[in-house]
């Protein structure tokens, strides 16, 4: 079982920054991938960022520039950082983890206001 646990979420003015992070625990597999999607109200759910554990990122062109994704493996916490915010990136944020399927957190709301 892996258990993910996220923190960080939060209202923000435009501009602004907050940082997500995401602890993942419990069966580890050291070949895995860990990122951040993102669902609005009325939208599907989409990539925000990801990084492999060989470092490798992926980001949604939305976000390029703005936000950064991290990894301490150490601790298996994943980070994302969000900086100029926009209201447009209002949604719920999702971490996830994928080792072979796909493990999800519960989720933690970011609001822009404008």
């Known amino acids: 079982q892996v258990q993910l646990v996220e923190s960080g979420g939060g209202l923000v003015q435009a501009g602004g920054s907050l940082r997500l992070s995401c602890v993942v625990s419990?069966?580890?597999?050291?070949?895995?991938?860990m990122g951040w999607y993102r669902q609005a109200p009325g939208k599907q759910r989409e990539l925000v960022a990801i990084?492999?554990?060989?470092?490798?990122?992926n980001y949604a062109d939305s976000v390029k520039g703005r936000f950064t994704i991290s990894r301490d493996n150490a601790n298996n916490t994943a980070y994302l950082q969000m900086d100029s915010l926009k209201p447009e990136d209002t949604a719920v944020y999702y971490c996830?983890?994928?080792?072979?399927?796909?493990?999800w957190g519960q989720g933690t709301q970011v609001t822009v206001s404008s």
């Open positions: 996830n983890y994928w080792a072979y399927r796909n493990y």
């Open positions: 419990g069966n580890i597999n050291s070949f895995n991938s």
């Open positions: 990084m492999t554990s060989a470092s490798r990122t």
